[in-house]
């Protein structure tokens, strides 16, 4: 049986386009990241199970079993040690990408894309998986998100926004309501995402959804 805590090897793409699959492997091993390819949800399983990844570049809408299986498969097996991205050219919506989050995922990807933003958000979610917590478990800085949420000390302001955010209003709408500039409210919605270490309205709201600190509604921001 696989150490869930082990140190993972090389990336893991999951896609049934093998076009896609093959610029991506093209993408990454310009970047110097090993590449394991899975046509579908079963054989992901299978590579995984055979070699465990550092991180896996899962597609939405697979054949048979869907990404979203997947995904909790692998957070059963493996915890927050390994990194997950969901790639979808189909499920692109605000609602998909919050509940991908939700699941599970480190981060969302919205078909197509700029290839050197999804090696940042690769790099990004590695630095996150090869800093083993404090107590164990995989969270980033060794903390639960109830904790994550309780230490970034939010101010009412920001937790306003917050929870205008998981409203879906945009950053004007945002100003509007509360009476103060877009600016400004953009300033606070930076100042969320340090405070939550999250790069990402959308991961800010999971966060805080998962919580209980806000409401989810079905048109949250990304």
Known sequence: MLDPAATGDGVLVVDNDPLFRAFIREQLERAGFEVVEAEDGEAALEEAARRRPELVLLDVCLPGVSGYEICREL????????????????????????????????????????????????????????????????????????????????????????QLLSEGLTQPQIASRLVISPRTVGTHIQNLLGKLDVHSRAQAVALAHRVGLVALTLDVVA
């Open 75 to 162: 957070r059963d097996r493996f915890g927050d040690s390994l990194g997950i991205i969901f790639v979808s050219g189909e499920r692109v919506d605000s609602i998909d990408r919050v509940s991908g989050l939700l699941i599970g995922a480190d981060d969302y990807v919205v078909k197509p894309f700029d290839p050197d933003e999804l090696l940042a958000r690769v790099r990004t979610v590695l630095r996150r998986v090869a800093r083993p917590s404090a107590n164990g478990n995989g969270n980033r800085n060794g903390k639960t998100p109830a904790r994550a949420v309780a230490d970034a000390e939010l101010t009412p302001r920001e937790l306003e926004v917050l």
